[in-house]
């Protein structure tokens, strides 16, 4: 599964590089596909967070929508001059599956003070803007609403998925699905805020410049509820005016839109950055909301801290990232680490 899917994401970004604009620029509509896995980082763990995929859309700016909802997407600021003109709203629909296993997937039998089994397939809706300030293009704000429509449990097919990839190209059976979550409707709402800051945003300097994005998130809802913040920091020859890579789950920081500089230049940067949640609310660790099911103690902290790349070339941006998170639950071993490989499009 893992080199098919490798496999895929490469043949797609070769092939967009040449069928695609010859730059994103602030009018392009955006498609993504996405993987994170342990594979990209060769560790082969096969454990805990082990496999999520998602492909979303996301449209050109939308100049007909409602001015209600102009609103709702774009909230007041605390401070700043926004300049209007430039502001921008956008929809957009996704497609994510995330899969959970425990440690021991060789036995068919319960494992207890390890997180259970569990699949989540959802839909993803978005509503976001992005608004630029007057006193300085490059510092702008990322406001972002996520509504999430699924549902965790069998009917995710997250046995489905992960055995039946592992029968197709010969790696072990895993033991253990029929103790996974019950099925289970999922709805969550998160809304994000995402600041391109002046701090530690520099011109070129020997030929680098660097930004500094911090972001505040807010989830609720009976998958996962929490509060978190964190941020990334830039550096490299050209830095885009989006921010950054995203994520699968959770899908916190970045934009799964960019603006490339110059047409037929390749543009390239690195990043690093964490975020910090305050969960109250885990289905994957928590287990089931209404019914009896396998479940752990979860912290009631996590940390992931990333380090990655991101390439840009004519309408492709291609980034990869090394996530490091912080024990989940109490009992844990130790914390998991898993790489995320992303391919974004403009059309």
Sequence with gaps: MRLSVLAGLALAALTGALALPAHAAEDNGFISFQSDN??????????????????????APRRDLPDWLKGVSAPPLINGEVDTEKTRHRVGIGLSQAIFTPEDTETALPVPNDRPYAGWLHLTFLLQSERTLKTDRHEAFQDRWQLDLGMVGPAALGEVVQNGWHKTFGFRHINGWDN??????????????????????????????????????????????????????????????????TG???????????????????????FAGGN????????????????????????????????????????????????????????QKKADQFGSLAVTFAL
């Design 38 to 59: 342990d594979f990209y980082l060769f560790i082969g763990s096969d454990k805990h967070y082990t496999n999520g995929v998602r492909a979303s859309w996301l449209s």
């Design 180 to 245: 996974q979550l019950k099925n289970e409707p999922g709805v969550n709402l998160t809304f994000e805020r995402a600041w391109r800051s002046p701090l530690l945003s520099t011109p070129k300097v020997i030929g680098f410049a660097t930004d500094f994005i911090p972001y505040g998130t807010l989830a609720l809802g009976n998958v996962s509820t929490y509060a978190g913040a964190g941020a990334t920091f830039r550096i490299g020859p050209t830095l885009p005016d989006d921010f950054g890579p």
């Design 248 to 270: 699968i789950y959770p899908n916190d920081g970045g934009s799964d839109w960019f603006e490339s500089s110059t047409p037929g230049t390749f543009d390239w940067y690195l």
């Design 276 to 331: 910090v949640r305050a969960v109250g609310r885990n289905i994957f660790l928590d287990g089931n909301t209404f019914r009896d099911s396998l479940s752990v103690d979860k912290k009631p902290v996590v940390a992931d801290l990333k380090v990655g790349a991101v390439a840009v070339f004519q309408g492709v941006r291609i980034s990869l990232t090394n996530v490091y998170r912080t024990n989940e639950f109490y009992g």
